[in-house]
């Protein structure tokens, strides 16, 4: 059986792998460790964790865990962001002139994440653009925690129609998919680390992977880990 370390970008993202990453690859003979929440920063000796965008802090906590665990059949993950990527993240500015095409985008990232880790078990993932995207697949499932969400819930299919997959979703500052999200449900903001791991589980794994390719691809690797 593989064993999987999952470093998430924070609780929202901690709770989706434990509740709905975890028990499905399980299914796959792959045993994933609690998901752990990315380091900010490392001081007297203590690392700090969740949240924050210090690069050099996150790879160097993962990197202390790939030397910690030595053995060929452990690998290691990410669930961060594309929308606010980590400052002093490698090769972002040439990743950036690849903007007009997400994926490309993203992929460039990754690839430049793995050489610089250079390490076969870390497999880098990064959302296109962020965990809201997921919750675009099934917007409807926002009714069971909301109360007169319809015409919410059209505005936010309206924004999943324009777009040939949640994914695609842009990056902006008002635009990104949680901004969208809160816009409509206001309440989401404060509520979205309980929340939107609910929803996403109301929606299924096999619905977000049908529309969201960047994710259903890393999915796939997973659980063909042995």
């Known amino acids: 059986m593989a064993r999987l370390y999952l470093f998430a970008e924070g609780q929202t993202e901690q709770t989706f792998a434990d509740t709905l990453l975890k028990p499905h690859l399980a299914d796959f003979s792959v045993y994933m460790h609690n998901p ?3 380091a900010h920063a490392r ?7 969740g949240g924050g965008r210090n690069f050099q802090a996150m790879q160097n906590d993962i990197v202390r865990f790939l030397r910690q665990e030595s053995g060929s059949g452990v690998y290691f993950t990410t669930m ?6 980590h400052n002093g993240f490698p090769d972002a500015d040439e ?6 095409d997400p994926y490309k985008r993203v992929e460039a990232l990754e690839s430049s994440w ?10 880098p993932f990064i959302q296109l653009h962020e965990y809201e995207t997921y919750l675009f697949a099934d917007a409807a499932q926002l009714e069971f925690f909301y109360e007169n969400a319809q015409s919410s819930i059209a505005t936010l299919r309206q ?4 777009v040939a997959s949640p994914e695609l979703i842009n990056d902006g500052q008002q635009t990104a998919p949680s901004k969208r999200i809160i816009a409509e449900f206001p309440a989401y903001e404060r509520a979205k680390t309980i929340v939107g791991p609910q929803i996403a589980e109301l929606i299924g794994l096999k619905t977000i992977r049908t529309q969201c390719p960047h994710f259903d691809a ?7 880990l042995e």
């Open 43 to 49: 001081k007297k000796g203590r690392v700090h964790r």
């Open 95 to 100: 990743a950036e002139k690849l903007r007009n």
């Open 218 to 224: 890393w999915l796939k690797r997973l659980e063909s």
């Open 80 to 85: 961060i962001d594309l929308y606010a990527l």
């Open 159 to 162: 924004i999943a129609d324009r």
């Open 36 to 38: 752990v929440l990315i």
């Open 114 to 123: 793995a050489n610089m880790t250079s390490d076969r078990r870390f497999i």
